[in-house]
């Protein structure tokens, strides 16, 4: 018997599957379609980490099952390949980011063929070639015409000393990663997407996917839907204006608290506002504002959290619930960015203004309670108390007066007091009286920002806009993209874009005047790119326009798609805004791209911990590959566990699963002719039951991408059949099923052995085994006989028989008929596909 050499046939079917484009989906698919999609990888210098083929493998399994199922597939693969790591290497070593990402796209192309994925290799699209960002350009046109792409001053990471914008990633505890200066935030004009206009779609829609639930969940807590109300509060006491001239809102989301509100904090950035239009604040205040606004927003926070710091505005705010003047703070633990920018303080309430007042001594005033409206009704309620367990009603009251001396607060729901006459109403019930009585609006506040693009990169698609000293900001025509990165570009750091020093890119004229103008030097951030892509697949190489709307149509949604958990909230949210957007625009007619989404699990290495070449544990496919092939590698990565789930890499295992598949290899090559081999009811009934048994599961489990089990299963099988005596047609058989049920999972191996058995056509155009449930259930029992309750024999039988005709076959077992002569039965006992027990 010739040898398994997984390097012949992988090499072998491989090339047959290229060169007949085996995998190559139609323009149109007729009816019955599926869209199985992986997220596209960025084409790093390392190539493909193990955990990459995880999530490839568990769609390619999938798309060659539904292939086989009669369903028309769509399954491409592409590139990521504009972003910052290319330029970073390019600085370090002076090589074009263009030709290290291309060298990069061969080396991971090449790997993930040498897996043998189905994929539809004639769309394979990069974002960095211009034939595709040409497209994200006309989308940038797009949203602007829309009002939806705009230009705003912006805080950014500022490197003093590099003289130059970072990006977040560049920024390692407030330092710059290259040079360790502090970094700083800066105000400079930023372009922006307006993914705001879709905060209550973007919300609601996550309910309709099938998706992770933690990942939806992230989903969720980023757009950050906080119920509230907005309240105004006017302002007295500044100098030079009139009182109650101007105001303040402010966002709560305890307006059950308002009468607690002692003070009112605004945020340095609105200070800043305030001073910018006049107002003549202190010199104190001018240099708290300008000291705060110097950190990055995130510092500020960690900052505020172990140290509150502030000072007094020296302007009063007038409280709309007790009518009472109370002071105006600017600290910086209250955010420009988010709500309206001022809060009204209620420190007996909230952990933040609580640490605030104690600093600099502001009145903290309790207005809710756990139980009730003061002590007199704590010992009121007392029988209601004692129908708890006593160390409630003791750590209530001592709460109580914990709250009281200001050495403990309460931030829970409970019931008011000291709330005029809101006093004894519950928090929920008061929010609404409140809100009415003082016309505060309730409304929703979202955490959710717009989406900042611009980048002072290079390695990035350029934003297509063009300034003109009389014109100003003009858009690039449709007709004259793609704006082409220039090559002619110094990539060291110098504090702007790269761009702005490629006289080339630099100089045009304005399309609206003639006048010399000059490009944007800004590109945008690749997650822009990543953001349609899945689409451009469908029509790949489409130059007259971004893609045709029957093709998507035909092709989109995207049915399934997998990648990594770490993309839960960019990426993610990003499609899908910008498939809204084409939904506006009349591009798609669907609101959603991925209907249902799954996360492979990290692969960790050998000694249970992250892969990381600083711990020497990364496993690399390629040698992994090389020694056990591809089939071995695909099916022992499915087979570590279930697909959602972290698991450690096992030298061990791969090796078991390498024995299976030489186990499979000489079962289908042994198949001979066993001479006048009459296969009994029996041994017919079982084969049938295995066939159906394993069929199911394996069905059962790809179509719920419970790959590992389904393996298990076809292991299971594939011993039953070793230890089978079959006559010659039947073996011939029952191995088309294990091949083609093995196939998506090792689609060379099985590929190989069907053409052995010299069935008709490939492997991969056979349809999936079917299976008769009626062979789910082997048709025969196997009853206990026991004689005055102990057990005698066994007998097997159909599972159909009669009561009558049991006991008879009972009572002519040897076993049991040595036991009952000479005696008489009594009674029997007879419970249908379990026991006879005979009373004698
Ligand atoms: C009064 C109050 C009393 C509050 C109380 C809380 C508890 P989320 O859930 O995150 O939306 N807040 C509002 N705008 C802010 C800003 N720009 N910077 C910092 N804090 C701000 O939180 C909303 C609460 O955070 C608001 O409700 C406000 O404090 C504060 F017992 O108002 B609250
Ligand atoms: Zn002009």
Known sequence: MEKYDHKIIENKWQQVWQDKNTFSAAELPKDDAAYILDMFPYPSAQGLHVGHPEGYTATDIYSRYLRMKGVEVLHPMGWDAFGLPAENYAIKTGRHP?????????????????????????????????????????????????????????????????????????????????????????????????????????????????????????????????????????????????????????????????????????????????????????????????????????????????EKTGVDAGIKAINPATNEEIPVWVADYVLGSYGTGAIMAVPAHDERDWGFAKKFNLEIRQVVSPLSAGPVRIYDSINDALKKPPQDLESAIEDYEKIKAGEKIYTQYGILINSNSFTGLESAEAVKKISKKIGAELKAQYKLHDWLISRQRYWGAPIPIIYCEQCGEVPVAEKDLPVVLPEDVDFRPTGESPLVRSASFQKVVCPKCGLPARRESDTMDTFVDSSWYFLRYCDPHNTQEIFNKKKVAAWCPVTFYVGGAEHAVMHLLYARFFTKILRDLGYVSFNEPFLKLRNQGLILGEDGQKMSKSRGNVVNPDEIVDKFGADTFRLYEMFMGPLEEAKPWNATSIIGIRRFLEKVWSLSLSAKPTENLHLSNEAREELGYWIAKTTKKVTDDVVNFRFNTAIAALMEFTNYLQSATLPVAEQIKVISVLLRLLYPFAPHITSELWQHLGRQGQIWQQAWPEYNPKALRLNQVILAVQVNGKLRGQITVKADISEAEAIKIAQANIDVSRHLAGKTIKRTIYVAGKLINFVA
């Open 98 to 306: 263009r030709v290290t990402t291309a060298e990069n796209i061969d080396n991971i192309r090449r790997q993930i063929k040498s897996l043998g994925f189905s994929y539809d290799w004639a769309r394979e699209i990069s974002t960095a070639d211009p034939v595709y960002y040409r497209w994200t350009q006309w989308l940038f046109l797009q949203l602007y015409k829309k009002g939806l792409a705009y230009r705003a001053e912006a805080p950014v990471n500022w490197c003093p000393s590099c003289q130059t914008v970072l990006a977040n990633e560049q920024v390692v505890d407030g330092k710059c990663e290259r040079c360790q200066s502090e970094v700083e935030q800066r105000q400079m004009n930023q372009w922006f997407f307006k993914i705001t206009a879709y905060t209550k779609e973007l919300l609601k829609d996550l309910d309709k996917l099938d998706w992770p639930e933690p990942l939806k969940e992230m989903q969720r807590n980023w757009i950050g839907q906080s119920q509230g109300a907005q309240v105004r509060f006017y302002l007295t006491g500044i100098p030079g204006q009139e009182d109650k001239k101007h105001f303040v809102d402010i966002f709560t989301t305890r307006l059950d608290t308002i009468f607690g509100a002692t003070f009112m904090v605004i945020s340095p950035e609105l200070a800043r506002r305030w001073i910018e239009v006049g107002w003549q604040a202190s010199d104190q205040v001018k240099k708290y504002v300008s000291e705060a606004l110097k950190g990055r927003e995130l510092e500020r926070l960690e900052r505020a959290a172990r």
